[in-house]
């Protein structure tokens, strides 16, 4: 336990709440012992815990996005597949307590489980510490490098969209302005004007890929508050 609170980065008063969110119920039901239980009732209190932060997070991170876009990014930050990511960078798959058939079945790695496992750690960091702690340990393991994670998978056409519409009668056009290259080695220059005026210029190897290049351009030129680089 004092390797894994290492890398939680949290050291348990309680080590029976940790020991609790990594308790599968194959386990508790197969033990049978008076007052061991699974995790299943934390992972309900972390998910809620998760929510609010990642929510509180996005909002504070990126004012200008409207309910939508921030619905969106929160469901992508904390999905079962981004949680699993963060239980096997903390290796929390080695410290389960797993019942026989689901340890033979492949449960330490079992996507599913691990993820679940993650949002009950946060319940049990709250439960031990406050929400101090357990928003400490959702920045650090769960919101790590959120910009760049979001800035990666941005549709940035669709972002800008959404930024100009905050005004009346926004016009976007996009105009490609070069087209080079043989067909397997293509090279494409497009501009992205708002109500006529040039806000910004992209390149790629397809004409969609400049277009998402020139709406980068234009949110950082036009909406620096995002973070856009």
């Known amino acids: 336990m004092h390797e894994l609170q290492e890398a939680i980065g949290y050291r348990f008063r309680d ?17 049978l012992r008076d007052g061991l239980k699974s995790y299943e009732r934390l992972e309900f ?38 949680l699993a990511q963060t239980a096997t960078r903390l290796g929390l798959g080695n ?3 797993l019942g026989r058939g689901e340890e033979a079945t492949g ?15 946060i319940a049990a960091i709250y439960l031990d510490g406050g929400l101090v702690p357990a928003k400490r340990f959702i920045y650090t393991h769960v919101l790590v490098d959120t910009r760049q994670r979001i800035q990666m998978n941005a549709d940035y056409k669709t972002m800008l ?15 490609t302005v070069s087209e080079s290259g043989p067909d397997h080695d293509k090279h494409f220059e497009v501009r992205v004007s708002l109500n006529g005026q040039a806000v910004g ?28 680089e």
């Open 201 to 228: 210029h992209g390149e790629g190897s397809s004409k969609k890929r400049a277009e998402q290049a020139a709406a980068k351009a234009a949110i950082a030129r036009l909406f620096p508050e995002q973070g856009v």
């Open 45 to 82: 209190l972390g998910d809620s815990i998760l929510g609010f932060t990642t929510a509180d997070y996005l909002l504070s991170t990126f004012p200008a996005l409207h309910e939508g876009a921030l619905s969106k990014l929160r469901s992508e930050l904390v999905c079962e597949t981004s």
């Open 161 to 175: 969209q959404e930024l100009v519409q905050r005004k009346k009668n926004q016009a976007l056009v996009y105009e």
């Open 107 to 121: 449960g330490r790695t079992r996507v599913s489980i691990i993820a679940d496992v993650v949002e009950a750690i």
């Open 15 to 31: 080590p029976g709440l940790l020991e609790q969110a990594l308790t599968h119920t194959s386990y508790a039901n197969e033990v």
């Open 95 to 97: 410290h389960l307590r």
